[in-house]
């Protein structure tokens, strides 16, 4: 049995301690928050209640709900990560494998004008002429075609695929008489679950999170996604809390009480689902991650 060395193991203790302070950093903010939305506004912003909630109340949550148009945020929101990270996948998978080939004519210049796309690109303007010119304004593909590939999520894709598929698997399925659909579908796609996690879930979370497209796009109500639904709850609250009658000091601080609890319980309710997935997916996030974006 190898014993470790006294700099193996101040290492240890230093990694330890690093990891601790930032398990704590990134663990408090979330609790808090938690406890905040179930406990009473007056205890919160005197900081009585810095980690476990006191004196639980669901009203925000209560009020929160009671808005009908969370639930028809809701729906839509999953239905745009769902039919947009679809697409993306379909997008972005193929052509990162498609890329790594070494037989595939003109890749490098191929991937010279992606590349290009990272840091250049038309503007916002132009950009919203482009989608109501192409009929998309006020519609769902407004916020699903624009952003339909991912240039940073292709090239860790196609690293992945380099570092990872060898070659002469390839090579043996070819020889086999195995068409390029049929190696794409059939081999290439099993052995690449790791990175079609992590790309799931890359795009996943950047569709739910997503309210800027649609600030822009959408007018038709019914089509607002759950962000922008409550970034509208949040700020109508504070406005109405700011604008007032200065002589009804008791309705303006119950006013500024409502809005507190109800941004606690916003932040928790757009949260919470990517939370509630993300231990599934972790497993292949980090291994996709490790193996796309080190290697190679």
Known sequence: MVRDSFADKLF??????????????????LVYITSASISDPSLVNNG???????????????????????????RNTIGYTLLGTAIN????????????????????????????TM????GLIPTFLLVKSLGMHNSIWALLIPNAASMWNLIV???FFQSTIPRELEEAAEMDGCS?????????????????????LFYGVSHWNQYFSAMIYLSNRSLFPLQLILRE??????????TMDGDSVKAVAEQAKIADMIKYAVMIVSALPLLVAYPFLQRFFVKGVMIGSIKG
Do not use: Q
């Open 12 to 29: 240890l203790i230093g990694n330890r301690i690093v990891m601790t302070v930032l398990l704590v950093a990134i663990l408090y903010p």
């Open 48 to 74: 009585s209640m810095w980690l476990w909630p006191k004196g639980i109340t669901l009203e925000g949550y209560e009020r929160v709900f009671a808005n009908k148009e969370i639930w028809i945020g809701y």
């Open 89 to 116: 996948l379909l997008l972005t998978i193929p052509c990162a494998y498609a890329l790594s080939r070494r037989d595939v004519a003109g890749r490098n210049a191929l991937m010279a004008v992606f590349v290009f």
């Open 119 to 122: 840091f250049f690109s038309g």
């Open 157 to 159: 894709t196609r690293t």
């Open 180 to 200: 390029h659909f049929t190696l794409m579908l059939r081999i290439i796609l099993p052995l690449s679950l790791p990175i079609v996690a992590v790309m799931a």
């Open 233 to 242: 709850i949040l700020v109508l609250n504070e406005i109405s809390a700011l």
